[in-house]
């Protein structure tokens, strides 16, 4: 079946240890995302890329970056996570053409900061 | 600014019918989706409207008025797996997503 994966679905890292997540997907979609989500906030958009057109919201941390490396990988590095970066992180893909803009999501990665 | 509202919490009946608002004010009107989200797992698409009026879908229908900002869910013959929150998104006119909170449902025997 086609789908959006994450590995780790869980991980927990220290302060100030970087930490890498990842999601692949097989359904050949041109758009990936990474989300933040919080305890009952909405997903926090924090990248997308447009093949390998890479696209940053204002807000997102520099603590926070991404890498695209083909059309079915993504990954989100944490450079130095600090205990306000605990959250679900959301991996997301979506055709991106008319008509196609229906996300689907990854299982998400829960991370932990001790 | 971008806003989108939608009720915190509701509770409903098993077998009932419940109805989830959402008000929107966005830059540009793609689309409003909604999402299902059970704790501690991902959303999960459950409906899109693009033109206004209702789309039905099983139990599940979604309603949409453009020149109102307004959109709704409703779900008929509760089900105990229902409980779960709904969230409300609008694609903006730059093909983004704008997330509401959600609406945490909770569903009594």
């Known amino acids: 079946d086609a789908m959006v994966i994450q590995n780790p679905r869980y991980q927990v890292t220290q302060f100030g240890k970087p930490v890498t997540l990842s999601c692949s997907q097989t359904?050949?979609?041109?758009?990936m995302y990474w989300y933040q989500q919080k305890s009952s906030q909405a997903p926090k958009l924090l990248f997308h890329?447009?093949?390998?057109?890479?696209?940053n919201e204002a807000d997102t941390p520099d603590n926070f970056q991404s890498r695209r490396p083909n059309t079915s990988f993504c990954f989100l590095d944490i450079r130095s996570p600090g205990l306000g970066d605990a959250a679900m992180y959301l991996c997301?893909?979506?055709?991106?053409?008319?008509?196609?803009?229906?996300?689907?999501f990854g299982p998400g990665t829960r991370l932990t900061v001790t | 600014g971008q806003n989108i509202d939608q009720p915190t919490e509701m509770t409903a009946t098993e077998g009932a019918i419940v109805q989830i608002n959402c008000t929107y004010q966005?830059?540009?009107?793609?689309?409003l989706f909604w999402y299902q989200q059970h704790a501690g797992e991902a959303p999960t698409f459950l409906s899109y409207?693009?033109l206004d009026g209702l789309e039905e879908k099983g139990r599940f229908s979604s309603f949409l008025s453009r020149s109102k900002g307004y959109s709704y869910l409703l779900l008929k013959e509760l089900q105990m797996k229902d409980s779960a929150s709904y969230l409300c998104?609008?694609?903006?006119?730059?093909?983004?997503?704008?997330w509401g909170a959600g609406t945490k449902l909770i569903i009594k025997p």
């Open positions: 966005t830059s540009g009107f793609n689309g």
């Open positions: 997301a893909t979506s055709r991106g053409t008319e008509g196609g803009h229906e996300q689907y």
């Open positions: 998104a609008v694609l903006d006119s730059n093909y983004q997503l704008i």
């Open positions: 359904l050949n979609h041109n758009v």
């Open positions: 409207n693009v």
């Open positions: 890329y447009y093949d390998k057109d890479f696209n």
